[in-house]
């Protein structure tokens, strides 16, 4: 009988989270994926989706939220990183849409798509087909992540990318200095990436264990509270509603729905493709958000298509 007891245990290739989707796992997921968009673009009736691509879809975002399978972040960073506040509405309707399409109320079911189509998840399945990580450099639009090893939780690697999060993890895996490899706890997509680097890694100062080095020592849930707090100015395509405008002075202010009700304030020159004395209060609209002295501002502002 061999003895195992000092062999050495076998080092997993990928972090956790980021393993590779298996052939049989892409189709079923691709194959839900196109099921159910078929169904928004009301392509297809609602006998006609499966209740298996809707149990799948629903799957993939519970993956995404739990983080408790060893490719979610695999299949998260595909959709395109969607917030948690988003994943929970999208995973609540398909749950009542399944229930709806299994009992035949067809006119419920409806009804549902029409909440999923105005929600954020026709972005997300645009992103999983697209498969598109990456980012663009020109605006600095990039990723802040959050890493760690499963068996140092508290010792976090906190950096930034203007590529897709994943191919920066295999490339900081694939370092010959690196045994056990490296998970994907947190990502954020940001806007001014290298700017909002340098104030989180101010924010964190006190945690940080070598200065030469973005390794941090601090709880997981106490960093992404004191990151968020840092880094929500940079946070990119915010929802809001005009809440006051006034076009002789040229600016106003828009209430942010999807942060506290937040009041931003927005200058005629930020406004894109409408025209200022055509603004209306109520109008939903759509921005990045910029930090200044004087407060939050707006900027590449847009209206809402409805």
Request: charged share 30%; hydrophobic share 35%; with cysteine.
């Amino acid at each position: 009988m061999t003895d195992t007891s000092t062999q050495p245990r076998t080092i997993p290739k990928y972090g956790f989270g980021m393993s590779d989707l298996s052939e049989t796992m892409k189709r079923r997921f691709d194959s839900a994926v196109d099921n159910v968009s078929l169904f928004l673009k009301n392509e297809i009736s609602p006998n006609e989706v499966k209740l298996d691509a809707v149990s799948e879809l629903k799957g993939m975002f519970n993956r995404s939220l739990r983080k408790d399978q060893w490719n979610w972040f695999t299949v998260y960073d595909r959709l395109g990183h969607p917030p948690q506040r988003d994943m929970r509405f999208i995973v609540s309707r398909l749950v009542l849409l399944r229930k709806c399409l299994k009992e035949n109320e067809y006119e419920q079911a409806l009804s549902i798509r029409s909440e999923l189509v105005h929600s954020t998840l026709p972005t997300w399945l645009s992103n999983w087909k697209d498969c598109t990580g990456e980012t663009t450099k020109e605006d600095e639009t990039g990723w802040l992540y959050i890493l760690s090893r499963r068996d140092e939780p508290d010792i976090l690697k906190i950096g930034m990318t203007t590529r897709s999060v994943a191919e920066r993890v295999k490339e900081i895996n694939s370092a010959t200095g690196v045994l056990r490899p490296y998970s994907v706890r947190s990502a954020y997509k940001v806007k001014y990436v290298r700017k909002a680097e340098k104030i989180v890694f101010k924010q964190l100062s006190d945690y940080r264990i070598r200065k030469d080095r973005e390794f941090f020592q601090i709880p997981f849930a106490e960093a992404c509270k004191l990151i968020e707090s840092e880094i929500f100015a940079f946070l990119t395509r915010r929802q809001g509603v005009l809440k006051w405008f006034d076009a002789s002075r040229g600016y106003g202010f828009i209430k942010c729905i999807d942060h506290e009700h937040q009041d931003v304030f927005v200058h005629t020159s930020q406004i894109v493709d409408v025209e200022a004395n055509s603004m209306r209060i109520g109008q939903k609209m759509k921005f990045d958000i910029d930090a200044t002295v004087k407060g939050l501002r707006a900027i590449n502002v847009a209206l809402v298509d409805e």
